[in-house]
């Protein structure tokens, strides 16, 4: 039994709920921003990574938190924990990769040169590390960020609706400006004769 899992998760969509999951979506969108740039900062000394987005959100980032606070709860057993927390980050991390890839024939990270990867996107030591920050997440974290929804929702009722406004004029922007680079990069190596 996961004892320390015993905050709020809705049960039903309705208003209240994905309003709660569009304010989870956000902020660990931004967390996944400065999780990216500061293991950026550290290992190549420069802060600001490229980004698909133009503003400072990781959606992958977003998705993955959501999903294991929707699918984990108290009653569930450890191993399942564990096996949530490196399959579901895993997975989102690798269809991410692989989408991007094959949408915009750029490779935002690429883990060819470490052990156990797969086509670069997923490699064994990066998931191990998800079990940690997932597990991290969900004990120490998000239990922070449901008080945050709580102090906040009030106002946050009024506001989800342009954020999520924001997000899809975001996608739609920077799949705009993808686009167009993986289009002229195309031409460039392959002229019309």
């Known amino acids: 039994m996961i004892s320390f899992l015993d905050f709020y998760t809705p049960t039903t969509f309705n208003f209240e709920a994905v309003s709660a999951i569009v304010f989870y979506f956000s902020i660990y969108s931004l967390f996944g921003w400065l999780l990216e740039n500061s293991y950026n900062y550290f290992t190549k000394h420069k802060f600001l990574k490229p980004n698909f987005f ?16 929707y699918l984990i709860g108290p009653e569930t057993n450890w191993g399942i924990v564990l096996l949530l927390c490196f399959f579901i980050p895993t997975l989102i991390e ?18 060819s040169n470490m052990p156990m990867q797969i086509h670069g996107h997923i490699c064994l ?41 924001y997000f899809i004029a ?8 993808h686009s167009s680079q993986a289009l002229v990069e195309a031409e ?6």
């Open 94 to 111: 690798y269809i991410s990769g692989a989408l991007l890839q094959k949408f915009f024939r750029r490779q935002w990270w690429d883990y």
């Open 125 to 165: 030591p990066f998931s191990l590390c998800w079990i940690l920050l997932s597990f991290a997440c969900l004990k120490w974290v998000h239990p922070v960020i449901v008080s945050l929804f709580g102090a906040v929702e009030m106002w946050w009722t009024w506001i989800w609706p342009a954020i999520i406004l």
């Open 54 to 69: 133009y503003g400072p959100f990781k959606p992958m980032y977003g998705f993955a938190p959501v999903i294991l606070v």
């Open 170 to 177: 975001e996608l739609t922007l920077s799949i705009r400006r």
């Open 188 to 193: 460039s190596t392959n002229p019309i004769q």
